[in-house]
């Protein structure tokens, strides 16, 4: 069998990972990534601290496995928070889980491992990979539809695939817990991960105050009938979709519908503005190393967030890795610099990072 790099995060998850892939006889050999400023780590509860490197090392030791930790500071600084904090400041929601994976897992340490002499390396997300003879490698979702992580994953190619492993794909939640427990992992019972899991106590918006506090500028809060409805200290504190902590006061429900960094405005209109039937999409990826039909307009499913049902759409590629995506009914608070996922049934085909909604309204 083969040499097996494992990102270990010191949850229960990249534990059974390990078990599991150990159980097949494979040489096994645990990661935990530092990628935090220490200072950082005095803000509360953050990914990979140090009890989580503790962690990690504790079940390496359990399973008779080797356990290694590397220093990706610098990187993730540079690759993940500068990026998304840009993006936050221009008035976009960004998606650092999918940038972790792209960068840090499936980029950085893929390489690492491969110059360790490791033929693959294995997480704990829960999404399957399989080889489809004359298809090359697929993407598809986890068996477990509350766990289910392939739509944070929608970047990776062939190439990648092929050097991967998710062992957990085909796993529940609660299956990967009994494992644990049975086997007696310190993590059986670890909390679950953060979604964004560098902020720190305080929440998100604090940590933006801290990053970019000093670097954005305020503007105005405009109602639905385009008059000033009260002042804001950064678009980086809203979202498409907002209605508590907007900061004033109105007889309706108002949301926030747009961010124009042009203006510096923040734009409030009622429920009803917020649903759109397209969108455009850049930095387009696709599984098979390009667009099905050829790159003609083709039918799937397309998820606009994480927790967001599926829905019918139409897509057309447009070349310079753009896409556009048109639903058969309208979707809810489409969010620049989020993430469309396309789907066929249970297949990940690829997906763009979400530049701006069409509205009906």
């Known amino acids: 069998?083969?040499?097996?790099?494992?990102?270990?995060?010191?949850?229960?998850?990249?534990?059974v990972a390990c078990l599991l892939l150990k159980r097949e006889g494979h040489e096994v050999v645990g990661f935990t990534f530092e990628l935090l400023r220490r200072e950082a780590e005095e803000m509360g509860p953050l990914c990979c601290s140090p009890e989580s490197v503790h962690a990690a090392w504790r079940v390496c030791e359990l399973l008779g496995i080797r356990h290694y930790v590397l220093n990706l500071?610098?990187?993730?600084?540079?690759?993940?928070?500068?990026p998304c904090c840009e993006d936050y400041s221009l008035g976009r929601t960004p998606n650092p889980c999918i940038l972790c994976n792209e960068e840090m897992k499936f980029g950085i340490f893929l390489r690492k491992a491969q110059g360790f002499g490791m033929a693959a390396v294995a997480t704990g997300h829960y999404a399957q990979i399989r080889y489809w003879e004359g298809e090359g490698w697929q993407l598809l979702r986890g068996s477990d539809p509350e766990k289910d992580q392939s739509y944070f994953l929608y970047g990776l190619g062939q190439e990648q695939l092929a050097r991967i492993k998710m062992p957990l794909g085909g796993l529940t939640k609660r299956e990967v817990r009994l494992l644990a427990a049975t086997e007696g992992l310190p993590t059986a019972e670890s909390a679950?991960?953060?979604?964004?899991?560098?902020?720190?106590?305080?929440g998100l918006r604090a940590f933006l105050r801290r990053r970019?506090?000093?670097?954005?500028?305020?503007?105005?809060?405009?109602?639905?009938d385009g008059g000033v409805m009260g002042k804001h200290e950064g678009l980086c504190y809203y979202t498409i979709g907002q209605r508590r902590g907007v900061g004033v006061a109105a007889g309706d429900?108002?949301?926030?519908?747009?961010?124009?960094?042009?203006?510096?405005?923040?734009?409030?209109?009622?429920?009803?503005?917020l649903w759109a039937r397209e969108l455009l999409a850049e930095k387009a990826r696709w599984v098979a190393g390009g667009p099905p039909e050829g790159g003609r307009r083709f039918r799937c499913l397309a998820q606009i967030r994480y927790r967001t049902a599926p829905a019918a759409a139409v897509v057309e590629p447009l070349g310079e890795e753009r896409i556009s995506v048109s639903f058969e009914k309208p979707q809810r608070a489409i969010t620049p610099g989020q993430t469309v996922v396309l789907y066929q049934d249970r297949q990940v085909l690829g997906g763009g990072r979400i530049i701006s909604a069409v509205n009906d309204n």
């Open 73 to 82: 500071r610098k990187e993730f600084e540079q690759l993940v928070i500068e």
């Open 1 to 15: 069998m083969s040499a097996v790099a494992v990102a270990m995060s010191g949850g229960v998850d990249s534990s």
């Open 212 to 224: 970019v506090g000093d670097k954005v500028a305020g503007g105005t809060i405009v109602g639905p």
């Open 253 to 273: 429900r108002l949301y926030v519908t747009a961010l124009d960094p042009s203006r510096g405005e923040v734009r409030l209109g009622r429920d009803e503005t």
């Open 192 to 202: 679950e991960s953060q979604d964004l899991c560098f902020v720190g106590e305080g």
